[in-house]
């Protein structure tokens, strides 16, 4: 029988995140699919026999966007639920799920995600505003973009959208230096895209963006209130914030 909807999740790395992810999906009526990008097929042989009944593709990693396409076209259901190896679902969402229609494939439905960090729930600043990011589409009607970093859904005009209930739990990093790990990352791929878009960076970007990142997280958006953690997380906007100029800067260079 064709599975109501495929989860499609793609990962680098396998760890015991991935695996609640998995869990938390779940459901007789949906089919998982997880598309690893630069790991060994002994690796992903075991990861199948511990995960159980998911399907497990290897990808040439092509991109976010394309990746995640390539990854949709392998799934058995025309309906792809697109998921990061670190958002969990809770039982609601499962719910709200279950009792779509998906007649309508000119229709596409967004989840609300929340963030959290470790033990934290971040209730303010950038990363303590839910989400509604739109995941729920069918494939034959949307597609993503081909963005390196930030990829979005390419709706055609027209397409209504519809909010589900429940929650999408992100579980953005277990700690700080995780946060830091993947800024570093985005960042260069960040500055990458602007470059491709033909922006450009003065001796002034990065610096004066880093300090308005600052405000804009700490004092505008309140992530004072979040105490501790709020303050390092609107330092860490800063500095990723410079590097991504900063990036731009020397690809700029390089590129006389």
Request: charged residues 25%; aromatic residues 10%.
């Given at each position: ?5 495929s989860v499609c ?61 390539s990854l949709a ?184």
């Amino acid at each position: 029988m064709k599975p109501k909807l495929s989860v499609c999740i793609i990962s680098n790395m396998i760890d015991e995140r991935l695996y609640q992810v998995i869990d938390s999906f779940r459901h007789s009526s949906f089919e998982i699919c997880v598309g690893f990008n630069g790991l060994a097929a002994g690796k992903i042989n075991a990861f199948q026999q511990i995960a159980g009944a998911i399907k497990v593709f290897g990808l040439p990693w092509e991109g976010y966007g394309a990746t995640k396409n390539s990854l949709a076209q392998k799934a058995a259901a025309d309906w792809i639920l697109s998921i990061d190896s670190d958002e969990i679902a809770e039982a609601t969402l499962i719910d709200s799920l279950t009792r779509l229609d998906l007649e309508v494939p000119d229709k596409v439905y967004a989840v609300k995600r929340i963030q959290k960090i470790g033990a934290h729930k971040i209730r303010f600043g950038s990363f303590g505003a839910p989400e509604w990011k739109i995941r729920l589409y069918n494939k034959h009607t949307a597609s993503w973009d081909l963005e390196k970093v930030h990829e979005d859904l390419q709706i055609p005009p027209g397409n209504k959208v519809e909010r589900l209930a429940g929650t999408l739990w992100h579980l953005t990093a277990e700690n700080l230096a995780e946060v830091k790990a993947k800024n570093d990352h985005y960042a260069r791929l960040s500055a990458e895209n602007m470059l491709r878009r033909g922006k450009k960076a003065g001796i002034l970007k990065p610096g004066l963006s880093a300090f308005m990142a600052f405000m804009k997280q700490y004092f505008f958006k309140k992530g004072l209130l979040d105490g501790s953690i709020g303050w390092q997380l609107a330092r860490e906007s800063a500095r990723y914030t410079y590097l991504k100029y900063s990036n731009l800067r020397t690809m700029q260079s390089s590129a006389v």
